[in-house]
């Protein structure tokens, strides 16, 4: 086993641990570890909510959850002789459960806190519970499905500069101002801005902390540098290329999934747990101008569970509530496929919740299949039909 070189403790919030993370993004952020290129070594994370959700039946906890916490993620890790326009090589050499906390949870966050991709249909929190049983999973929950895992952070990355920060600042707050389209309600929100409400910034010197915290950008979305991707296929055995901002690279992660769909539709959608992430690294000097990076790649593993029979949902971009056409637009496409997968499920004994819940974190995959047919995108869902102990087919 490599060295564990961040531990947690799940009984202690994040900022009470030995060795504190953080929950926003700054280039001050001190490191917290060191490695060298070529090392391996071992990560613990807790899950996104730093232990806010609780295993139990009652959704009270994910209707209530203070989501200025989120993301808390661990690092960052100084790696030796990095430096800015070099890539950092990172291997997920393993990741998986912490004994004796072989639990996750799906949720659908509530439309007035948090939402989630079909908050308009489905506006109550609700909770699914999953069981982890080596590679498969289970949920008293949603009784008659189980699968494996395709376990992944769903957050990994490398500090923005200072630079690079405030351009995210800027484009982010520019969004904001000018409002969303007039047939989008604003839920969820546009952007999470800087909030220093619940802010843990690791080691930095209290007399830092209210101008970083002023300034430090919310973990929610995936940016140039990766962060909060959500790609299901980041899964063991993967090599991810990021390009590295600042001295030392900081390397940080968390957010782990034991399962996730591709969307992870419901924002707390995929199977949410705390665990550990085996990782190598090394750098490529100079790589990012070399091969033009702007946003990290990367070469998934070998080891994802094979499913090969699906039944696929299709979806166009025509709005559901006022039969509007859209132009091409996949978000609509996606939703309306998501929303065929789940109205066909109902009839199969699930409600709409335990369907949403299942679409979010079970292996599914979505496509943008035609972007060019005007005017409608058409995206399609495909559902692993051996996740079910029943046929699911249309007979
Ligand atoms: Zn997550």
């Known amino acids: 086993m490599p060295e564990t070189l961040f531990k947690v403790d799940l009984t202690k919030p994040m900022n009470e641990q030995e060795l504190p993370g953080h929950n926003r993004w700054h280039p001050d952020i001190p490191a917290v570890v060191s490695v060298n290129p070529g090392d391996v070594f071992r990560i613990e994370c807790k899950d996104w909510t730093d232990g806010q959700i609780k295993d139990n039946d009652d959704p009270s906890d994910i209707r ?12 960052p890790i100084h790696v030796n002789g990095a430096e800015p326009g070099d890539i950092l090589v990172v291997d997920l050499l393993d990741i998986g459960a912490l004994p004796g906390d072989e639990w996750g ?19 109550e929190a609700a909770k699914a519970i999953w069981d982890l049983q080596g590679i498969y999973t289970s949920s008293r929950h949603i009784p008659g499905v189980r699968f494996a895992g395709i376990t992944h952070p769903g957050l990994i990355g490398c500090a923005p500069s200072h630079e690079l920060l405030a ?32 802010a843990i910034l690791g080691t930095l010197p209290s007399s830092e902390f209210d101008r970083v915290a002023a300034e430090a950008a919310r973990t929610v979305p995936p940016r140039e540098h990766g962060g909060n991707c ?10 991810i290329y990021f390009p590295v901002y600042v001295d030392g690279a900081k390397l940080s992660m968390g957010d782990i999934h034991f399962s996730q769909g591709d969307g992870e539709i419901s924002f707390c959608g995929a199977i949410e747990m ?23 790649i990367f070469k998934p593993g070998p080891v994802e569970p094979h499913y090969s029979e699906y039944l696929i949902f299709e979806g166009i971009s025509v709005d559901e509530f006022s039969g509007e056409q859209y132009y091409l637009d996949a978000h609509v496409s996606y939703r309306r496929a998501c929303l065929n997968a789940i109205e066909y499920l109902k009839k199969f004994g699930f409600t709409g919740e335990q369907a949403y819940l299942l679409l979010s974190c079970a292996p599914v995959e979505g496509r943008i299949s035609g972007i060019v047919d005007i005017p409608n995108a058409c995206c399609t869902l495909a559902l692993p039909t051996a996740i079910f102990d029943r046929d699911i087919l249309p007979s």
Do not use: C
Request: proline fraction near 9%.
């Open 64 to 75: 209530d959850v203070d989501l200025n916490v989120v993301h808390v993620l661990s690092g």
């Open 230 to 239: 959500d790609i299901k296929n980041l899964s063991k055995g993967s090599r």
């Open 167 to 198: 351009e995210w600042n800027r484009r982010e707050k520019a969004l904001v101002d000018k409002g969303g389209p007039p047939w989008k309600p604003q839920i969820p929100p546009l952007a999470a801005l800087p909030n220093p409400d619940k």
């Open 274 to 296: 705390s665990g550990y992430i085996d990782l190598h690294v090394d750098i490529i000097k100079g790589g990012v101008e070399k091969y033009g990076m702007v946003n990290p």
């Open 105 to 123: 949870f799906t949720g659908i966050f509530a439309r007035e806190n948090g939402g989630g991709f079909l908050t308009d249909h489905f506006p």
